[in-house]
């Protein structure tokens, strides 16, 4: 049975310190480190490239009584290993068939489950066997898998594959870890022996992160470090956990620890491969080792669950995207901006975008049609907000009341005036809409959207109204980071006001980003807000990681609920969560034929909805899968 979080995989990039040759001692220590690893719930334990011996033994590898130590020292690790739910790799020197072999021991539980010889070699150490595939190795009258190409594979958890390749094996031309990931490898092993010298680190982690980028996987990179001989070269134990080209733990070097411990997110790996058709062509010859690991019932995860995934992007290069993005469609239709200020946040965004395409085509600013359209729920706050802002660019901005419109367009259909339902909102909407659109034909304009990716995902805009434009800035931008792009040209105004002040442009966004998100299409009272979007669609920040985790790593639903606990933890509870994230897929699925005919609009994160190049998906799509798999209220 399918138990919480068997997606994320423990693993521990660890050095042990040493005595050079001395096995016995060695062994000591991993056997420590290997009980301290188990009380933490470690699944792969990775130990430097030759760390039973120390890899700084020169030619007493030759000595056969070293080598001998070794063996031993290994038996006595393996049978160590009984009754812990762990698989360990340990770098150790074998002599085989008149060649002395740099190798790795995978074991677990009693038993070895394969030596993987260096590729790479140099010194004492013999070219290791050109033959791929399957050779064996006799190791107290058992006959042990030796070779490159081996895949470990767990039967309880599909998709926990991993091999192994070791040290500068990394720096080959084709690394070994290539081969191994198109075969299926979703975590590459490397215990390393590698020296430090100035920089050595930052070279270190280019080579670790662009190699689990490329390959899509998790790399667990475990150095050598003190205790090593620091004859000619000193080692810094500086290990490294990556996952897809992003650094999740290090032991920095020289550092006290000497321990990288962090979970693999395997379901994200195996998502991203998916997609990729690179690896749906899998190397010949590879020979698969299956080994047997439960995972804990109460698994904690370590790992920080980031509750704002989409604001790790860079506000500058996102809003250098929208801005590229609208310079072009500006350049290639010889037209001018007509934009809908609101005085709230997309609005705001949106027309900060528009001054940058501007400036971008080394056009005057003043040429964008700003319109303000307010009507029954507009309030003095966001109308004053509107001026402003467009008054801080030396924008005019034009102000067409539609109160008499939606007034006289309501007693037409015969909808009661006090009747304050969708069509009263929508109508409003779709009003402004039509302004918008008619304005931009007698200037030869283009509207721009303001609408965001969150309110997309959620249905939230109204058909044909603030849903429809004729380039669509915001629609690649989540909601929170909406909110980041606003507030980083509040704390950097200097950049988008050239030789004016940007005190009067600090002010008004720092009030815009006060001002509670609302559509603001329900009558004010005593000119308030009387509209809050996020109490009637939930909070955006648990909307954005719905829609990241959904969309992004095709999440189970129970697993989505699972880590929005973690990342929320103490700040909304498990029944509100839960709420939220019913509401997130019911509106998603219902919603989708909004989405499936949205004007064109850049992508700025990793996620796109657009139906063209974004997430595709029929409008009559049933959400009952998705629902059935979530428990009820608690």
Request: proline share 5%; with cysteine.
């Amino acid at each position: 049975m399918r138990k919480i979080f068997d997606e994320y995989i423990c693993v521990a990039a660890v050095t042990p310190k040493i005595k050079v040759a001395n096995c016995v001692y060695n062994a000591k220590i991993i056997a420590g480190i290997m009980e301290e690893a188990k009380a933490k719930q470690v699944k792969l334990l990775c130990l430097p490239e030759l760390c039973i011996t120390g890899s700084t033994c020169g030619d007493l590898f030759f000595q056969p009584a070293l080598i001998d130590s070794a063996k031993m020292a290994l038996d006595k690790l393996v049978e160590y290993s009984r009754g812990k739910d762990m698989i360990v790799v340990a770098g150790l020197p074998i002599a085989h068939m008149g060649k002395l072999y740099n190798v790795a021991a995978v074991f677990s539980q009693g038993q070895i489950l394969g030596f993987v010889p260096k590729t790479n070699v140099s010194g004492p150490f013999s070219a290791p066997c050109k033959q791929r595939g399957m050779e064996t190795i006799s190791w107290y009258g058992s006959d042990i898998p030796f070779g490159t190409d081996i895949l470990f594979a767990n039967k309880n958890i599909s998709d926990f594959t991993f091999a192994v390749e070791i040290g500068t094996d990394l720096l080959a031309p084709i690394p070994p870890s290539t081969r191994h990931a198109l075969s299926g490898a979703v975590i590459i092993v490397n215990p390393a022996a590698t020296p430090e010298f100035a920089d050595k680190s930052a070279l270190r982690r280019t080579v670790v992160t662009s190699q689990s980028l490329r390959l899509m996987c998790g790399y667990v990179y475990a150095n050598a470090g003190c205790g090593e001989s620091t004859t000619d070269a000193i080692f810094g134990g500086h290990n490294i956990v990556t996952e897809n080209g992003v650094i999740l733990q290090e032991s920095l070097p020289f550092g006290n620890e000497g321990w990288a411990v962090t979970e693999i997110d395997l379901e994200a790996l195996v998502h991203d491969r998916k997609k990729n058709i690179a690896f749906y062509s899998n190397p010949d010859n590879y020979i698969t080792i299956p080994f047997s690991l439960d995972t804990a019932d109460e698994k904690k995860l370590m790992r920080k669950i980031d509750p704002l995934p989409f604001i790790k992007c860079e506000a500058e290069e996102a809003l250098a995207i929208q801005a590229a993005g609208l310079a072009k469609r500006i350049e290639h239709t010889d037209s001018c901006a007509v934009i809908g200020v609101s005085g709230g946040l997309d609005s705001c965004l949106a027309l900060l975008v528009t001054v940058r395409a501007y400036r971008m085509l080394g056009k005057p600013v003043s040429e964008i049609v700003a319109v303000t359209m307010p009507c029954f729920g507009t309030t003095s706050h966001t109308k004053n907000n509107a001026h402003s802002l467009c008054e801080a660019f030396g924008i005019p901005c034009r102000e067409i009341d539609i109160t008499a419109s939606v007034t006289q367009h309501l007693k037409d259909i015969d909808h009661p005036q006090d009747k304050f339902d969708v069509v009263f909102e929508n109508a409003q909407a779709r009003m402004r809409t039509y302004v918008l659109m008619d304005l931009a034909n007698q200037v030869n304009g283009l509207v721009i959207g303001t609408g965001s990716l969150s309110e997309l995902a959620l249905g939230w805009a109204t058909y044909n109204g603030d849903h429809m434009s004729m380039y669509a800035v915001n629609a690649g931008v989540p909601k929170t980071l909406v909110r980041l792009l606003v507030q980083h040209t509040a704390e950097n105004p200097d950049k988008f006001l050239k030789g004016q002040s940007p005190i009067k442009l600090k002010y008004v966004l720092d009030s815009i980003l006060a001002t509670k998100v609302s559509p603001e299409l329900l009558p004010a009272h005593n000119d308030e807000i009387t509209q809050i979007t996020e109490e009637l669609v939930g909070p955006y920040e648990l909307h954005d990681f719905f829609i990241y985790h959904t969309l992004r790593f095709s999440r189970r639903p129970k697993t989505v609920l699972n880590l929005a606990k973690l990342a929320f933890v103490g700040k909304y509870t498990g029944d509100e969560i839960l709420h939220w994230l019913k509401t997130f897929y019911r509106r998603f699925f219902s919603q989708q034929f909004k989405r499936n005919c949205l004007p064109d609009a850049p992508q700025v994160v990793e996620i796109s909805l657009s139906p063209r190049g974004g997430f595709q998906m029929p409008s009559d799509a049933m959400v009952d899968v998705w629902l059935q798999e979530l428990p009820t209220l608690y």
